[in-house]
């Protein structure tokens, strides 16, 4: 079983290639959580897996509420984590393995895909150049073949790309980072042909059309998703993202 969270498909990616080797159950961590399904039977000796991006060097505050509710009817012979990243992620896998910790699961392997950026909500943050998001996407496409074998074997793995000053990024700038995610910047332009796309797109079903113009509810995760599918690159957030170039898993 593999619990999920994607915006921009980066981890989508991750995780149905995985799921599709592995002929594991995909549950999509926000529409789990919609449903209040958090209640899971497992198999003898079945493995569970938890795929997602690293926002800030932390896990999404999402994933992180979503693991607190989890109850298993028995516990998993083994616990995996794979996470994206657009260069590395602090002590985000210390970070998650603590919450693991709270329901009485461990944390017996970390994986970790490097692939292309997505956030560009800050001045001095934006997308890479295609050839560099390219580059990425093939490095993890020849990465996983790897990741899958090790997570057949049930082997002990950390693969985490800290950086520098990772305690710091993670237990400063992360967790302020989430103190004030908000979406109240987001705004959409003239150029917004009400197409809607933005609304089927937000993970958290956080958008709405009203007089045909995109209006979001305070129920956002900063995923960005809406800014990068929009077809007319109509949305913006603020002045921050202003003039970036947009992309999504699929787009290149």
């Known amino acids: 079983?593999?619990?999920?969270?994607?915006?921009?498909?980066?981890?989508?990616?991750?995780?149905?290639?995985?799921?599709q080797a592995l002929d594991d159950q995909l549950v999509f961590i926000p529409e789990a959580e919609r449903e209040g399904r958090f209640d899971y039977t497992l198999a003898e000796y079945e493995r569970v897996g938890f795929v997602f991006p690293i926002y800030s060097w932390c896990p999404p505050q999402l994933v992180m509420d979503f693991v607190q509710k989890l109850r298993f009817t028995k516990a998993p012979n083994y616990v995996w984590r794979?996470?994206?990243?657009?260069?590395?992620?602090?002590?985000?896998?210390?970070?998650f393995a603590e919450q693991l910790a709270k329901i009485g699961l461990p944390l017996h392997a970390d994986y970790c895909f490097v692939m292309p950026n997505t956030y560009v909500n800050m001045a001095g943050m934006s997308t890479d150049k295609p050839e560099k998001a390219k580059r990425k996407i093939a490095r993890a496409q020849a990465h996983l073949p790897e990741v899958i074998q090790n997570i057949k074997a049930c082997k002990s793995v950390t693969e985490m790309r800290r950086g520098i000053f990772p305690r710091f990024k993670t237990n400063v700038i992360g967790k302020s980072f989430h103190k004030w995610v908000s979406d109240e910047p987001f705004r959409s332009t003239d150029a917004c042909i009400s197409c809607g796309k933005c609304v089927n797109?937000?993970?958290?079903?956080?958008?709405?059309?009203?007089?045909?113009?995109?209006?979001?509810?305070?129920?956002?995760?900063?995923?960005?998703?809406?800014?990068?599918?929009?077809?007319?690159?109509?949305?913006?957030?603020?002045?921050?993202s202003v003039g970036k170039e947009q992309y999504y898993f699929g787009k290149l």
């Open 1 to 19: 079983m593999i619990f999920s969270f994607s915006a921009c498909g980066n981890s989508r990616f991750i995780a149905e290639s995985i799921a």
């Open 82 to 95: 794979a996470v994206t990243c657009g260069d590395n992620g602090g002590i985000a896998e210390k970070v």
């Open 201 to 240: 797109v937000c993970p958290l079903q956080n958008i709405s059309l009203e007089d045909g113009r995109p209006k979001w509810h305070g129920n956002c995760t900063n995923c960005d998703a809406c800014f990068h599918h929009c077809p007319k690159n109509a949305i913006q957030y603020g002045k921050a």
